[in-house]
């Protein structure tokens, strides 16, 4: 992975909070509306059991009958701002999200955010026993080049997944806000929330469809640990902090 240098890194400040699974699924959204004031920011985050789609899926004529019958199952779905595909969100999921502000296009800040939000979940994974890398895994929900990958089995399987938004900062020319999204599968059943994604792609007419053996819980690679969810959360902290970040 390459590394980020430090002096290029955003000095954030970390909130405390969110953790626990009760937040909605667009909680981190608020975070773009603080960093004109308050600087660059992050939190840890859980939300409630949902879906989350990016705003191309409203492209399907039947996508709120859709909806509705996955709300009516527990699965309400909200539809964000960061781009990619379905993701699930609920207990034994957890987010973190970094937003910042910074001058020129964003194309030029898009891939310096995925590297910087890859370094600390590589990170963060490392602080448990696990060697986590960039990698494209195709079959996974959400894919894409900045998915944190594992070997398993002799095949990268996507232990997290990465998003972003931007949008300018109104009245300005070339100052922007950007918000980077990581979701790691901590403790979750992951055959469990691919079979929900899959019903959703199906009922929907998309033609997506992912394998559940290409994503993979950080609990399923170290055998079920007991205490993991606290135990993550404390050592994405940690990486988040040695990341160049203020108190």
């Not at 667009?26 to 773009?32: I, N, P």
């Not at 609920?90 to 800040?109: D, E, F, K, R, W």
């Not at 894409?144 to 996507?158: D, I, P």
């Amino acid at each position: 992975m390459p590394e980020v240098n430090a002096d290029l890194r955003p000095r954030f400040t970390l909130l405390t909070g969110g953790s626990e699974a009760t937040q909605d699924a667009r909680h981190d959204e608020f975070l773009m509306e603080q960093v004109t004031s308050t600087g660059p920011l992050a939190t840890i985050w859980a939300a409630q059991q949902s879906l989350v789609v990016p705003r191309s899926y409203r492209r399907y004529e039947n996508f709120d009958e859709v909806c509705e019958r996955f709300t009516a199952r527990g699965w309400p779905v909200s539809v964000r701002q960061t781009g990619g595909g379905i993701v699930p969100q609920g207990p034994g999921i957890l987010n973190l999200s970094l937003a910042y502000a910074v001058n020129g296009p964003p194309m030029q800040h898009s891939e310096p955010g995925y590297e910087l939000i890859c370094t600390i979940l590589a990170e963060s994974l490392q602080a448990v026993g696990i060697d986590g890398f960039p990698a494209t895994v195709d079959g996974s929900f959400c894919d894409g080049r900045y998915n944190l990958a594992v070997l398993h089995k002799g095949e990268n399987v996507k232990i997290a997944g990465t998003a972003q938004s931007w949008r300018r900062v109104s009245g300005s020319t070339d100052t922007y806000l950007g918000l980077v999204h990581a979701l790691v599968l901590v403790d979750v059943d992951t055959t469990n929330v691919t079979t929900v994604a899959n019903a959703f792609e199906a009922e929907l007419g998309s033609g997506r469809e992912y394998s559940p053996d290409k994503v993979i819980s950080i609990a399923a690679v170290l055998g079920q640990p007991g205490g993991l969810r606290e135990r993550y959360r404390r050592a994405l902290v940690d990486a988040v902090y040695a990341s160049a970040l203020s108190d």
